[in-house]
């Protein structure tokens, strides 16, 4: 199974942008959706996940910012992040378990937020 996240780059403080994570195997309502983010010298946290079912859960910092959805008929996740801060510069992974198979990460991608 292969993630691929793309949709990264450079943006202004308070600007949008929309990640995309495409993966090869199909995704169904039982998967287990998630971003996660790493910034330099921290700990990879949770970003936004849609948990089996459809439920959605937050990070606390990006509640009412972020949201996550997921078109299961291109089998991709995305993550729209509005009203970016500099603090949500990090490298963004997203990452989908299939309880029969495991988790899978994708290879992540660069967000920059210049203030």
């Known amino acids: 199974v292969q993630l691929q996240a793309f949709g990264g780059g450079l943006v202004q403080d308070g600007g949008s942008l929309r990640l995309s994570c495409a993966a090869s195997?199909?995704?169904?309502?039982?998967?287990?959706l998630g971003w996660y983010r790493q910034a330099p010298g921290k700990q990879r946290e949770l970003v936004a996940a849609?948990?089996?079912?459809?439920?959605?859960d937050y990070a606390d910092s990006v509640k009412g910012r972020f949201t996550i959805s997921s078109d299961n008929a291109k089998n991709t996740v995305y993550l729209q992040m509005n009203s970016l801060k500099p603090e949500d510069t990090a490298v963004y992974y997203c990452?989908?378990?299939?309880?029969?198979?495991?988790?899978?990460w994708g290879r992540g991608t660069q967000v920059t937020v210049s203030s």
């Open positions: 990452n989908i378990i299939w309880y029969s198979l495991g988790q899978y």
């Open positions: 195997r199909r995704i169904f309502a039982t998967n287990r």
């Open positions: 849609i948990k089996s079912g459809g439920t959605t």
